[in-house]
């Protein structure tokens, strides 16, 4: 699927550019035939995160505790599925100044329930919608973020005016490409009956399996994310009482990368920009492919194994001081000259993506082929229900 770029007619856009992305990876895939990665491991005393409904509370969540745990849910598409769906669409809004924001938001809810049974004739499965919000809307709301939800400028950024920031987070995620597009048209046209505009919007795609994943250039991505419940409450939901309780900061960037200039370097200087083997993605420190980095690893001579400049230790949570985030991206190809990642991270405040990113700014060997075109920071309230509106507790009319 080609992007709907950062265009106001994005809301008219056709079903039929979603559907060959289910093809797009082999062919874009660098190398041929790569090994599978194993599943992630949990730890025995630690429980994993657990599989719900793709659209709210788990059955079992419901009925043992009824009208609260609807109250308190959190969206799914975020930590659930545990294992990212194999195709989304990534869609930001703009709406007009006056706009009721409690309004649109109650409409969202109202598709989104239709949704849950049957997308415009295809069958729900997996499907997930996510949705944020933007700054403008939270207004005084957000102030109780940490951090706040205003992006910075970061190095190696192409700045338009449509393909920053925004209003809303639209994440549509299924395991069917059609179901995407269905659900996907089916929310813009209900946006745009309400005035809103798109700005930027991507279609993504990642191959099926579980645990970490490759991306275009051959590299497993996703290993160092949050692996279990308990690290998931402490690095990405938000708690305490409050509106913002069950919420999330949601970043996504459209991150274009010069592929075949990275796989023009030999496959070793490849693994020292990425920091790990790209036979099995196992770090270059040592170990097993899902074993964390040993940043302290050294050579006989003293060098360190996974090079200063690596990016798996640029962007390791202990090397920049910040949280963890769990980054759920796919891969994207719009052409020969616009591919890349499709970066989506969660994460409690917006501090762990920024220092983060700081880092990467201040060197990072994979980063010099890297460009972002589209950026924006989110809040991602709990789950919503036709009784509690989307947000019912943090929106105020835009002005």
């Known amino acids: 699927m080609t992007t709907q770029s950062d265009n106001p007619s994005m809301v008219r856009r056709s079903l039929l550019g979603a559907l060959p992305v289910a093809a797009a990876l082999s062919a ?39 009208a609260s745990a609807a109250a ?21 809004y703009e709406l007009p100044q006056e706009a009721g924001s409690v309004r649109v938001a109650a409409r969202i809810g109202e598709v989104l329930a239709e949704l849950a049974g049957k997308p415009a004739g295809a069958a729900a499965g997996d499907l997930t919608v996510t949705v944020g919000l933007g700054p403008r809307l939270l207004g005084p709301a957000g102030q109780g973020l940490p951090g706040g939800l205003r992006l910075p400028p970061f190095a190696r950024e192409e700045r338009t005016a449509r393909a920053w920031g925004g209003d809303l987070l639209v994440q549509v995620c299924a395991s069917d490409p059609a179901a995407v597009a269905l659900a996907d048209a089916r929310l813009a046209g209900t946006l745009a009956a309400e005035g809103a505009s798109g700005r930027w919007s991507q279609a ?15 590299f497993p991505d996703g290993i160092e994310n949050p692996r279990t419940r308990p690290e998931l409450d402490r690095e990405v939901w938000l708690d305490g ?11 996504v960037r459209r991150l274009r ?15 020292e920009a990425i920091g790990r083997r790209r036979a099995d993605g196992a770090p270059l420190s040592g170990g097993e492919a899902l074993d964390r980095l040993d940043l302290s690893a050294k050579t006989p001579r003293g060098r360190y194994l996974v090079p200063a400049m690596a990016h798996a230790r640029r962007a390791n949570p202990n090397a920049t001081g910040s949280g963890r985030m ?4 796919y891969s994207y190809r719009n052409g020969p000259e616009d591919q890349g990642l499709l970066f989506v991270s969660f994460q409690r405040r917006l501090r762990t993506f920024t220092a983060t990113q700081r880092r990467l700014d201040d060197g990072d060997d994979l980063m010099r082929f890297v460009t972002a075109t589209a950026s924006g920071a989110f809040f991602v309230p709990r789950a919503f229900t036709p009784e509690r509106p989307l947000g019912a507790d943090l929106l105020g009319e835009p002005g």
């Open 241 to 251: 009482p409050g509106p913002l309780a069950g919420g999330t900061v949601a970043v």
């Open 28 to 66: 874009c895939r660098p190398g041929g035939r790569t090994p599978a990665l194993p599943a992630p491991r949990t730890a025995s005393h630690e429980a994993p995160a657990r599989e719900a409904s793709a659209h709210g509370p788990s059955a079992r969540e419901s009925s043992a505790h009824g």
């Open 204 to 218: 993504g795609f990642r191959p099926p399996g579980g645990g970490p994943v490759r991306n275009l250039l051959g």
């Open 257 to 271: 990368i010069d592929v075949p200039g990275f796989l023009a370097q030999p496959a070793t200087r490849q693994e």
């Open 326 to 329: 769990l980054r759920r991206g």
């Open 72 to 92: 308190g849910a959190r969206q799914p598409g975020v930590d659930r599925p545990a294992q990212p769906q194999t195709h989304a669409v990534v869609s930001v």
